[in-house]
């Protein structure tokens, strides 16, 4: 069993203690988070009030990042020097020089380095992208991907996660990098992005409408949606030459439904086929904690955690002052 400690008790630190409860691969037992409200709403597991509490005690194996954007570089590489592996929460890093410092620190540790990206783990994605690798569906020429909520409108104003400093763009930061990383999976790395922002029907400070395009040198294109002020709506479709597949999320993976999935190859009809649910969340923590166990590679390669901290950088850079960035 890998002994964890989870460090941020916020909404998504909450979601991963349920997830990871009776999980027989890893198991967090330390919680820390600096709010005593939040450390008091825990009784399940020992809290702490401080990071250093998971670097200085011998019973931690890894830590698992929740805490605001901003601190992941430094909480990484301290983690790293203490000999702690690390599973962060997306985005990895808000800058690609920040993700390339703590990428370098884990490598040179020889630690593992897992992030939050559970979304590669959902049954019908894994089949998308064989089958794209296997060929069916012939060149591929468009992905366009949503990730639509608006569970931010239950969060009081001063929260980090509204803040125009600590989340300058806040739908990237919420959902959009999901379908940042299945445009890298899918495609490789993007080389230049058109990103546009507003706040059309709430008072966020860092905005509540993005989107976003991606551009890749093959000339493959991603479409980007990301809005944080309408209900639940997740969509993932591929576009290729000889066919597409599109998957429609029936409910948010906090607490996933199944998903319905569409599938239209070259002069047949189209096949239409439900996904069950599946503990996407769960699978991904468990994949990083067999990697460090030397059981399987973690599915993300430290390349693709820093192409997506490089195109969050680029994206925010463009959805801030506009036009076209290149990557």
Known sequence: MIR????????????????????????????IDPDPTARAATSEIAVAEHFEAALTNPGIDAVILTSPHRFHADQIVAAAAAGKHVFCEKPICITGADA????????????????????RHEPAVKELRARLAAGDFGTALVMEGNFNQDKFLALPPDNWRLSATEAPVGPLSATGIHM?????????????VWA?????ATSFANGDTLTITLGFK???????????ATPFD??????????????????????????????????????????????????????????????????????????????????????????????
């Open 218 to 228: 093959n000339g493959a294109t991603a479409l980007i949606g990301a809005v944080l």
């Open 100 to 119: 390339e410092r703590a990428i370098a620190a884990i490598e040179k540790a020889g630690l593992i380095l897992g992030i939050g990206h559970e979304r």
């Open 180 to 192: 940042v990383d299945l445009a890298i999976a899918l495609f490789g790395t993007p080389h230049e």
């Open 234 to 327: 997740g969509r993932l479709t591929l576009y290729g030459s000889l066919g597409w597949m599109e998957i429609r999320d029936r409910e948010h993976p906090e607490s996933p439904q199944g998903w319905d999935v569409t599938t239209r190859m070259k002069d047949a009809a189209p096949e239409r086929r439900f996904f069950p649910p599946h503990p996407a969340v769960r699978d991904n923590l468990e994949a990083f904690a067999r990697a460090i166990k030397g059981e399987a590679p973690y599915p993300v390669t430290h390349a693709e955690m820093l192409a997506n901290a490089k195109c969050f950088e680029a994206i925010t850079r463009s959805a801030l002052f506009g036009g076209i960035v290149t990557i």
């Open 196 to 200: 546009r922002l507003a706040t059309r």
């Open 4 to 31: 964890a400690a989870q460090v941020g008790l916020g909404w998504w630190g909450r979601t991963i203690l349920r997830e990871l409860a009776a999980s027989e691969l890893i198991r967090p037992v330390l919680a």
